[in-house]
C-alpha cells in the first residue's frame, strides 16, 4: 500500500508530505522557543535595575559559533542542491562540512563556554552592605554618570569548600577587572575581548552575601535563561548532526541510487529544520551575548 | 489502492532543474556571505553608546536606560533582517506555496500574542 | 481483535506489484503502524486511563461525604497498595487527598480524553472519511502512541514512589510545586512531581507527533473530490484540534523544562527572592516569578480546554445528522465557527488568572476575548439543535448520548459566563462552582460525545454491533447521576465552598448555611453516592464493549447505520490500504432526506446522475486530482 505525494506533491496544494510536516514541526518549534523567550522577557523586565547582567559572556567565541552556524546553513542547501543537481560526491562534501561545523559548534560550546562559565565565581551583595563594599562595585561613580549600580562581586573563588562548608566566614575572590578597579570610565561598559581576572584578591563576608554560586544554572535568572536556552538549542544541534549522519549512511545512498528526488527531499527537510536551529541562535546570540 | 510508485521525474527534467538550481547556488553564497557581515555589524553595533551618541548627534539628552533600550531595538532589527533572510532564502519560502504562509502567519500571530499580552500583564498590575 | 485481519478479498494487493508479506503478530498487533491498530491501542488505553482517573474521584468522594472516617472494604488494601503515607487504617491523609485530586485531573484530561477523544478517534476514524489508505507518516504515528504509553505509565508508577504522586494540583502551581516533593524524605529524581513533569513531557510529545500526522492527512490525503467544504463535520473538528495541539502545547512544554531546572538545578525561574520555607530561608538565587508559570500554563491551559470539546462536537455531529436522516443545519457555520473557536482559543487564557492582580486595561481585554469566544459555541450548539427539528430521529444509543450531550453542554457553557467576567469571578474562583461548570462539559459533554462515537463506530471497527439494550442501560443511570453529582456543585459554589478542601467543607463555616434543603456540607452525601452509582453504570458498558467484539450480532452489511460518509464505503472491518476501490467524493457528507433509489440517503462516493444535474442541489462536478 503506498501513500501517494511522498516524492511528488499533490496538484491543489503544491506540497509534498514531509513538506507539510516539517513547517507544522517548526511552527511548533516556535511556540517552544517563544515561550523561553517570553520567560527571558519576563524575567528580564522583573529584576531590579543593576539585578541582570552584561558582560559574563566570552563574545568573540560566541560570535565565531555564529559564524560557524550561519557557515553550516550555507553548507547543507548547497548540498541540497548538490543533490537536485544529482552530484553526489559535492553532496557528500558539503554534508560533511555540515556535520563538521555543528559538532564543532557543540564541542566549543560544551567543551569551552560553559566549563569556562562553571568556573567562575559571583556574589551577590545584600542591599544594606553595598556601602561597605564601595570598593569594589564603584556605586558613586555609576550614580553620577547615571548608569544602574553594580550588585555583584566576580571573579576566580580560591576557596571553593567557602561554598558548603558552613564554618568558614567568607570567600576569597581573585577579582575581575570590573571590581578591581570599578571607577575606571573603561569598566562601565561590557568589552568585545574578554580581560582575565586581576591578582587582586577581595574577602566578602558570607554575612554580607544575598546569594553567591559559581556561574551555574542556578546562579542567577540570568543564567537559568542562558544554560536552559543554549542547552536545549544544544540539543536540537545534536540531533540535526544525527539526521544528518544518517543522511550519509548506505540506508541514504541505496534510497538515493533508487530513488534520488526522495532523498534530495529528506535532505531538504533535514535542511529546513538545520535552519530553524540557525534562526533561533540569531536570536540567542544578540539577547545573551551582547544585551 | 491503486497509486503510481512515487518515485523521481525523468532525466531530463531533472536536467532543467538543476539548471535553475545552479543559479540559486549563487545566491545562497551571498545570502551566507550577507549573514556573516551582518553578524559582525551585530557586535559593534552592541558597543556603540546610544545615549552618548544621540546627545552628540541631536542635542537631546538621552538617558542611560534609553540609550539601553535603544541597543536592545537595534539589535533585535538586525536579528530579525538577518533571520529573514534565513526564512526566505535558505528555507525557500520566498517562494512556498500559500499554505505555509498561513500556517507560519498564524504561529506569528499566537506567539507575538504570547510575548505581547505577558508583558501587558506584567505592565498592567493593580495599582494599590 | 479483528480489526486488521485481511479480509478473504485480499488478492487485489498482488494486482498492485508491490510485496505483500504476512506480517507476525508482533508487527500487526503490537508495532503495528497501520492507523486503525493504532487507533484502537489509543482507545482501549484511553478507556483504561478514564477508568483509572475515575476510580481515584471515587476515592476521594468517600472522604469529601465522610472526611476522616476509614473507607470500608478496600480502604486497608488501598492504604497498603498505596504506600504508608496514603491510607493508614484506611483513612485518607490529606497528602493523599492532594495526589487524587492533581492526578485524577492530569490523568483523565490527557491520558484519558486527549488520546480517546483526539487521537483514537481521530486515528481511525479520519483516514477513513477522507478516503485515504492511511496516516501520511506511519512510522511516526506509532511513535506517537508509543510515547503517550510511556508518559501514561511514568504518570502511574509516580503514584508508587516514596512521598506519592503529584499533590500540586493538575495545574502545578509555583513555588509551591517546585518546592513540593522534595528533601530527606523524597528521591531527587523519582519523586511524584517530577516524575509528573517528565512524563507530562511525554505526553506532549506524542499530542505534536499525532497532530502534525493529522495536519498533514487531512491536506494532503484528502480522496479525488472531496474538497474541503465537502468534508464531514468530524475532520474539520479534528483538524481544528490538531493546530490547537500543535501551536499550543509547546510553551507548556517549554514551562516544564524550567520548573524541572528548578527542582533538579536548583534554578529560580519561577522562584521569587527572599522565600522561606519552614523557618529556613531557601538557598536560591530568587529573581525568578511565580506568575510566568501560570502564563505559559494557561497559554495551553484554555486551547486545551476546545481540545477536549471539539473532537466530541464532532461525533454528535456525524452522529445526529444520521439518526435525525436529515442534513446538518449550517454546515458553512458550523465550520466557520470551529475555526474561529480555535483561533480566539490563543487570546483568552488569562481569565483563569483573574485573582493575579492584572490591572484593568489587560483584564478588559481578556474580558472582551472571552465573552466573544462564547458566540462561536452557541453557533455550533444551536446548529445542532435546529438540526434536529424536523428529522426523523432515531433513539439508538449513539443518539441518545449524541442529543443527551445537547444540553449538558448547554448548562456547561453558559454557566461559564459569569466566570468571564473578573469581577463575578472574585467571588466564584476555585469554588465548587468552576468545578461543576467545567465538568458539566468534560463529563456529560465530552464524554457522552465519545460514548456516541464508540456505539457509533463499533460496527465499522469490528463488523458486529454493541447491544442496544445494555446500551440504554448504560446511558440513563449515567445521565441521571451526572446531573445529581454535578448541579448541585454549582450551589455549592455559590455558597463559597472551596475547592481541594480536603475535609469537604466540613470545618468551615459557609459550608454549613443551607441550599435547596442540605447545608453545602452535606449535599457532598448524595454526590457522592450518585458518583459511585454511576461507577456501576459503567460497568455495562465495559461488559458490552468487550462482549461484542467477539460475540456481537453480526453487521449485515458495511454500512449499518445507512451512513452517507466515506468510512461506511470500507469493508467493516477495513482491511491493510482500507478500501478496496480507491473512493471518489461526487458529494457533501450529509446527503440525507433525498429519496433516490429505495433509499433515504445517497453516500458521498455514488456518481451524480443525469437526472441530478438539473436540480442546484448536488450539481456539482467532482474536482479529480
Redesign the interface.
Known sequence: ????????A??????W?????I???L?????????????Y???R???ASG?WPHGLLN?PVG?MN??IL??S??TV??AW?AL???DLTRYKIYMMLTILCGVIFLVVKLSYEWPQKFDHFGA?IKEDALGKYEQYLGNKHLLE????PRKEITGHLHNHEALTDPNIKDYEIALDPVNADPTNPAMD??H?WPIPATDKIATIEKEDV??A?MF??????YF??YF?ITG?HGAHVLGGVLVFCYMMLPASFRLYR?????LANRVEVA??FW??V??VW??V???FY?? | ?N?P?????VDHE?EE??HE??R??RG??M??GT??LF??I??GL??V?FGVLFSHLFHVNM???SG?KA??TV??L??TF??GL??AI??HLSAE?R??YR??VF??F??LG??WL??LA?YDPVHR | MDATTHPPETHH?DE?G?EHHELGFWRKYVFSTDHKVIGIWYGISGLIFLLFGFSLMMIMRWQLAYPGTALPVIGNALGHLFGPGSMPDGKMTPEFYNSLGAMHGTIMIFAGIVPLAFAAFGNFVVPLQIGA??M???K?NAASYWAFFVGGVIMLVSFFVPGGAAKGGWTSYTPLSVIADSGPNFNPFFNGQTLWLTGFIFLITSS?LG???F??TI???RAPGLTWMRLPFFVWAQFVTAFLL??????????I??QL?DRT?????FMP?GMVVNGAPM???????PL?WQ??FW?LGHPEVYVLILPAMGIVAEVIANNSRKPLWGYKSLVFAALVLGFLSFVVWAHHMWLTGMGSAVSAFFQTTTLIISIPSVIILSAFFISLWGGSIRFNTPMLFATAFLPMFGIGGLTGIPLAFNSADLYLHDTYYVIAHFHYIVAPGTIFGLFAGIYYWFPKATGRMMNEFWGKVHFWPSLICMNVIFLPMFLQGMLGMHRRWYDGGQGWGVAADHVWGLTGFQWNTPISIAAWIMGLAQIPFIINFFYSIWKGKKVENDNPWDATTLEWTAPSPPG??NFLKPPIAYRGPYEYSLPRRGKDYTMQNEPIEASELATAHSARVPVL?
Open positions: 500500500m503506498e501513500i501517494p505525494y511522498t516524492v511528488s499533490r496538484r491543489d496544494t503544491g506540497l508530505n514531509a513538506k507539510v510536516g513547517w507544522l514541526f511552527a511548533s518549534e516556535v511556540m517552544l522557543f517563544g515561550g523561553l523567550f517570553s520567560a522577557i519576563f524575567l523586565l522583573d529584576a539585578e563574545v560570535t555564529t559564524a550561519i557557515a546553513s550555507v542547501v548547497l542542491a537536485k543537481m544529482r551577590f554618570k547615571g548608569l544602574p561598559r561590557p568585545f544575598q546569594y554560586n551555574l544554572p542556578k546562579h542567577s535568572a537559568a535563561s536552559t536545549l533508487h530513488n534520488p528526488e526522495h535542511g529546513l535552519h530553524f540557525d534562526l540569531i536570536f546570540f544578540p539577547l551582547l544585551l | 489502492m497509486n510508485p512515487d518515485i523521481s521525474p531533472t532543474y538543476a538550481v545552479r540559486h547556488v545562497y553564497l545570502v551566507g549573514l556573516l553578524t559582525l551585530t557586535v552592541s558597543y553608546d538617558s542611560e536606560a539601553r541597543n536592545v539589535a533585535l538586525v536579528a538577518k533571520a534565513v526564512a535558505f528555507m506555496k499554505l505555509i500556517v507560519l504561529t506569528g499566537f506567539v504570547l510575548f505577558t508583558f506584567w | 494487493h498492485h508491490h489508505p492511511d501520511t507518516f506511519p511516526v505534536l497532530a502534525i500526522n495536519i498533514t491536506i494532503q490525503l500543535v501551536l499550543a502545547f509547546p510553551p507548556l512544554e517549554a514551562a523544562i524550567m531546572m538545578a536548583s534554578t529560580s525561574f527572592a538557598h536560591i538565587s530568587g529573581g525568578g516569578s510566568l502564563h505559559l497559554f491493510h490500504g486530482h
